[in-house]
T-cell receptor, first 110, second 114 residues
Framework: SQQGEEDPQALSIQEGENATMNCSYKTSINNLQWYRQNSGRGLVHLILIRSNEREKHSGRLRVTLDTSKKSSSLLITASRAADTASYFCASYTGGFKTIFGAGTRLFVKA | DTGVSQDPRHKITKRGQNVTFRCDPISEHNRLYWYRQTLGQGPEFLTYFQNEAQLEKSRLLSDRFSAERPKGSFSTLEIQRTEQGDSAMYLC????????????FGQGTRLTVV
């Protein structure tokens, strides 16, 4: 079964608005990563946050991690139509594999 | 190096046929992963190599599936006697040996079994 679950499953916003996606996971992690996937394509790594970090920024992306709640959030500020994609959280628990959630489908309307 | 390369990008096959996919990882990466993704779902882990050694296999990898990485460079994933349920996107990823780093994904091979 999938390790993580994203919420919401789908999100539709206007260009310029902020988009927030949440991720929950089940077991202790070493790190958590967020990926983007455009329709029918491979995954692109966005940002990695380690278990001892609480917040991380990269350009218009802000990721938070709450290990006590086993949850993470991805905030995309000032969204653009080009941000339309599926976003996945992926938790690394050791043992050489990374477990993905089912993803949030983001649609940014121009 | 242009990243992880997968071939073919698309494959349509008849039920019962065998198919083989190839993945060329980033050259200095000694970890290689195979994932399967069905429509509307996240990627599901199939198997993992460190160099030429296959270190972990998912229960999803039935006896009809076999993966190899003979020289620790490229990898192949073979599906024998394909079934319609095998229709999916097969993704390959590679990473450096240190586990706390990102994995780089290829564009995937989309398999359709008719």
């Amino acid at each position: 079964s999938q390790q993580g679950e994203e919420d919401p499953q789908a999100l539709s916003i206007q260009e310029g608005e902020n988009a927030t996606m949440n991720c929950s996971y089940k077991t202790s992690i070493n790190n958590l990563q967020w990926y983007r996937q455009n329709s029918g394509r491979g995954l692109v790594h966005l940002i990695l946050i380690r278990s001892n970090e609480r917040e991380k920024h990269s350009g218009r992306l802000r990721v938070t991690l709450d290990t006590s709640k086993k949850s993470s959030s991805l905030l995309i500020t000032a969204s653009r139509a080009a941000d339309t994609a599926s976003y996945f959280c992926a938790s690394y628990t050791g043992g050489f594999k990374t477990i993905f959630g089912a993803g949030t489908r983001l649609f940014v309307k121009a | 190096d242009t990243g992880v390369s997968q071939d073919p990008r698309h494959k349509i096959t008849k039920r019962g046929q065998n198919v083989t996919f190839r993945c060329d990882p980033i050259s200095e990466h000694n970890r290689l992963y195979w994932y399967r993704q069905t429509l509307g779902q996240g990627p599901e882990f199939l198997t993992y190599f460190q160099n030429e050694a296959q270190l972990e296999k998912s229960r999803l990898l039935s006896d009809r599936f076999s993966a190899e990485r003979p020289k620790g460079s490229f990898s192949t994933l073979e599906i024998q006697r394909t079934e319609q349920g095998d229709s999916a996107m097969y993704l390959c990823a590679s990473s450096l040996v240190f586990s706390n780093t990102e994995a780089f994904f290829g564009q995937g091979t989309r398999l359709t079994v008719v």
